[in-house]
T-cell receptor
Framework: NAGVTQTPKFQVLKTGQSMTLQCAQD?????MYWYRQDPGMGLRLIYY???????DKGEVPNGYNVSRLNKREFSLRLESAAPSQTSVYFC???????????FGPGTRLTVL | GIQVEQSPPDLILQEGANSTLRCNFS?????LQWFHQNPWGQLINLFY???GTKQNGRLSATTVATERYSLLYISSSQTTDSGVYFC???????????FGTGTRLKVLA
C-alpha cells in the first residue's frame, strides 16, 4: 500500500497563476484533509471532506477550493496564486472521525 | 475554538538524555495524536492516544483527558530523534483537527 500520495512534490508559480494539488489514498478512508504549514509553524486546516460528496471549510480556506473527486481522491485548487500562499501543503486521511490521521509527503509551493 | 499549546517550544539535549514534552488543550477532546516531523519534513505518526498510556520502544505517551493534557516521553535520546514534535487534537461534534505549535528538539552527539 502506498498510503497517502501527493503530486507534485515541488511547484513554483507566478502571482496570478492557477494550479491544482492532487491527493490520493489507498486505505479506503472516509475522511480527507488539506493543511498548510508555514515556516516554523504548525499545520493549519484549509478544507476537509468528512465523506465522499461533502466538503467543509477549515481555519484558513480563503483563496482555495477543493473537490472530493471520489473516495480515494481529494484535490486542492488555487485559482489565482498569491505570495502569501507560499507554503508546504499536506494531505491527510482518516477512517472516521476518531481515528489516526495519516499524512502524505507534502507539496512545497512557492509563489513569486 | 479549542486552543492547543505545547511546551517547551525548543529543547536541546545531549545524546542519551531523557525528556518530557507537554501538550495542553483548552477543551474536551475525542482524539489526540503525537507526530514527529523529521528534518526532511515528513510527518511520522508516533501515538494515537485520546486517553491512557502507550509505549513504543524508547517513546511513551500519556493523556489525562479530564485534566486536558498529554505528555510525550523520550528516553535515551538519539540524534535521529531531532526534529519537531506536534500534538493534534480532534473534538466532539467535528471532523476537524487542531495542531499545536510544536516542540523543536535537537539532540547533540
Amino acid at each position: 500500500n502506498a498510503g497517502v500520495t501527493q503530486t507534485p512534490k515541488f511547484q513554483v508559480l507566478k502571482t496570478g497563476q492557477s494550479m491544482t494539488l492532487q491527493c490520493a489514498q489507498d486505505m479506503n478512508h472516509n475522511s480527507m484533509y488539506w493543511y498548510r504549514q508555514d515556516p516554523g509553524m504548525g499545520l493549519r486546516l484549509i478544507y476537509y471532506s468528512a465523506s465522499e460528496g461533502t466538503t467543509d471549510k477549515g481555519e484558513v480556506p480563503n483563496g482555495y477550493n477543493v473537490s472530493r473527486l471520489n473516495k480515494r481522491e481529494f484535490s486542492l485548487r488555487l485559482e489565482s496564486a498569491a505570495p502569501s500562499q507560499t507554503s508546504v501543503y499536506f494531505c491527510a486521511s482518516v477512517q472516521g472521525a476518531y481515528n489516526e490521521q495519516f499524512f502524505g509527503p507534502g507539496t512545497r509551493l512557492t509563489v513569486l | 475554538g479549542i486552543q492547543v499549546e505545547q511546551s517547551p517550544p525548543d529543547l536541546i539535549l545531549q545524546e542519551g538524555a531523557n525528556s518530557t514534552l507537554r501538550c495542553n488543550f483548552s477543551d474536551s477532546v475525542n482524539n489526540l495524536q503525537w507526530f514527529h516531523q523529521n528534518p526532511w519534513g515528513q510527518l511520522i505518526n508516533l501515538f494515537y492516544i485520546p486517553s491512557g498510556t502507550k509505549q513504543n520502544g524508547r517513546l511513551s505517551a500519556t493523556t489525562v483527558a479530564t485534566e486536558r493534557y498529554s505528555l510525550l516521553y523520550i528516553s535515551s535520546s538519539q540524534t535521529t530523534d531531532s526534529g519537531v514534535y506536534f500534538c493534534a487534537v480532534g473534538y466532539s461534534g467535528t471532523y476537524k483537527y487542531i495542531f499545536g505549535t510544536g516542540t523543536r528538539l535537537k539532540v547533540l552527539a
